[in-house]
């Protein structure tokens, strides 16, 4: 159960920090005001009403009985008793009273006045909506009624309004005040996490400064060291691997020669293939370390961009289906090569490709599917790490260094995406890509 309720408040809540924090600190406010206010409604403006309302339903009696007593003058009873209680009366002869009282719905002033004028046995009838600042009342009286005009002051107080004003503008100035605030303290995160998705993506964040609280500014801080250390790895792997390809690239070309001089041709070109895989070992891992190549961002068209990468294999066995317009920010070149290694993987193993591209929401998904044999599943994870080969299936049959689909992940996630293996409707491997838009 608890387990549940938990689930249940991590939905319903906000998913960024500042609006969590703002509930933090405006939520007991707002209850508090609210326990306040039921407290003062229910304990002294409702009981202050009914004071209010009775004592004047009791002038009221009280005025209709003296009325009734022939020793009093009629009009200068009603004359005194409009001037002392700031009412107006007259009385309206050979009338009757209008059917259907106008009151105003969930008004604690029209359901006190109400329950008051009945508990006085009064035939009466009354309009709350009539007048902004008077209520129109009427009680039977022989052939006519008596009309009263009654300040709606003498039947509700204004403390309510001064209380509610009193309670709502500190809340509202309160909750200002911790807004600039936390916006102030957020600020340094939300700084902190973009600089570090921009480096998630391979993008330059030199721009970066730490900021904020002791402990943030110390998150900011350890943050760059991580970012210099990795990018002097990056940089000690490429020169590494430029050196190591100098440095071997020179007697592979001296031992091209040499096999030209040999008589036996047959062997001559099984070692040449030799040397050729070696070379393009060579290049495959010169690619992989600099796979992470500062190439800077653009805005492209994803679609026109997928289009002229299938143009170039002009391959009849790849199908496309591709969404048109889809526009994207990022590296274009990476990107291109991520697409080529998996269609080059495809028509080594597959004669039926096909290619997909559609956006759905804040993603792009990018499909290439082929009716090859496919990857056994305990080797989707596998496949991903650098210089890993597969034994059987799809490895048997082609030489490979096994840096494609390494690559092609780096590329993938470098632009906060991913890339998943699965099979295909055809019946061999699918490779899907999503990037957001």
Known sequence: MFYGLNKFVKNILPKQLFYRALIIVAAPLILLQITISIVFFDSLWIKTNKGMTRALVNEIKFFISAYENEQYNKDSLTKLFSENHDVKVIYVSNKVL??????????????T?????????????????????????????????FQ?????????STSARIFALWITLPAILIITIAIIFLKNQTRPIIKLAEASERFGKGEDVEDYNPSGALEIRKAGFEFERMRKRI?????????????ISHDLRTP???????????????IAGKLSDDVDEMEKMLSEYLHFASSTAQEKNENFNLSSMVHMTI????????????????????????????INNLVNNSIKYANKIEIKVEKLKKNIFIYVDDDGPGIPKTEYESVFRPFYKIDK????????????????????????????LGESSLGGLSAKISLPS
């Open 113 to 145: 006045l109400r329950r008051e004028l009945k508990s006085k046995l009064f035939n009466y009838w009354f309009d709350t909506t009539k007048f902004t600042d008077s209520i129109d009342l009427k009680i039977k009286h022989l052939n006519g009624y």
């Open 231 to 243: 990018l002097r790895h990056l940089n000690q792997r490429s020169e590494m691997l430029s050196g």
């Open 148 to 156: 009263f005009l009654i300040p709606k002051n003498r039947v509700t």
């Open 98 to 111: 209008p059917k259907g009282e106008q009151e105003r719905w969930f008004s604690p002033m029209d359901r």
């Open 311 to 338: 143009n170039k294999y002009n391959n009849s066995n790849i199908s496309a289906n591709i969404m048109p317009d889809i526009l994207f920010t990022g590296r274009k070149n990476l990107l291109q090569r991520c």
């Open 252 to 266: 592979l070309t001296r031992i091209k020669l040499q096999l030209e001089f040999i008589k036996d041709k047959q």
């Open 393 to 420: 299936g799809r490895g048997e049959t082609k030489s490979s260094v096994g840096l494609g689909l390494s690559i092609s992940s780096d590329i993938v996630r470098s632009h906060g995406g991913n890339i998943e």
